[in-house]
């Protein structure tokens, strides 16, 4: 089998971009799997591909994959590399926004620039159930019993669920056993990717990810967008905030509640290749 792809990564967050602009990308668990291998693979936390329209509005399709080849229904920093690739394709305008269809549904991209891309996130979702998240009504903070620890979490979902951890220390190497723990606790019943957060000021966060699917990446776009909104709902931020993660910064815009959220961070490419895996 021969595939040919961009590697291209969004603040340290990496993917594989295949063009799959003739048909539906078929690719089953294992495949993905070892594409995603960082030593006999390609190496890539998300695989993307982009494909025809499917809703019959918007002008691209592209599915996400997870490194180890579950489906994921949104990622962030995946977008505006899909964007940044349609604009070096021929197909999107520099500065021209665009409605492009996602597995939870369409998003508007923008490039604003080589270096930067906007992407309109929709409105944070904050019910329970449609996270999807075990809880017996909606609020600001949960408790979290994780093997025996208490936790306060906030939960949201931006295409994908999220719960998000205030912290004093990034560091604290307590968040190595908890951010995998929580990613894989009951009350998700689809898994969860675990934010935890410290706040330096009402304008600026500092953030880690663990994803469901791909564990601990250097950067993770619904994620800050996640940690903004939770921040935001309970008013400890502004409407504009500076998310420092480990492989770069996102700028996330957000007037509140009835408002959609807006994301402006890099895509940047890599190389192009040729998967020749069996």
Known sequence: MSLRFSKM????????????????????????????????????????????????????YYGIWNADGSPSGQCGNGVRCVAAWLQRAGLLAMRETVQIESPS??????????QRVTVDMGEPIFEPARIPFHAASAGERYPLDVDGQLLEIGSVSMGNPHAVVVVDDLQAPMLERLGPAVTRHVRFPEGVNTGFVQKL?????????????????????????????????????????????????????????????????????VYEGEWLGD
């Not at 549904?105 to 080589?114: E, Q």
């Not at 709902?233 to 905030?241: I, L, P």
């Open 201 to 269: 000021s009402p304008r600026h966060l500092r953030l880690r990810v663990h994803e469901r699917g791909s564990g601990w990446t250097l950067a993770c776009g619904t994620g800050a967008c996640a940690a903004m909104a939770v921040l935001r709902h309970r008013g400890d931020v502004d409407a504009q905030v500076q998310v420092d993660l480990p492989g770069g910064t996102l700028q996330i815009d957000w007037a509140g509640p009835g408002e959609r959220l807006w994301m402006t961070g890099p895509a940047t490419f």
């Open 9 to 60: 990564h969004g603040a340290g967050n990496d993917f594989a971009v295949i063009d799959s602009r003739d048909g539906v990308l078929a690719l089953n668990p294992a495949i993905i799997r070892a594409m995603a291998d960082r030593h006999t693979g390609i190496g890539f936390d998300q695989l993307l591909s982009v494909e025809p329209a499917r809703d019959g509005v918007s002008a691209f």
């Open 105 to 114: 549904g369409p998003v508007a991209v923008r490039v604003v620039d080589a």
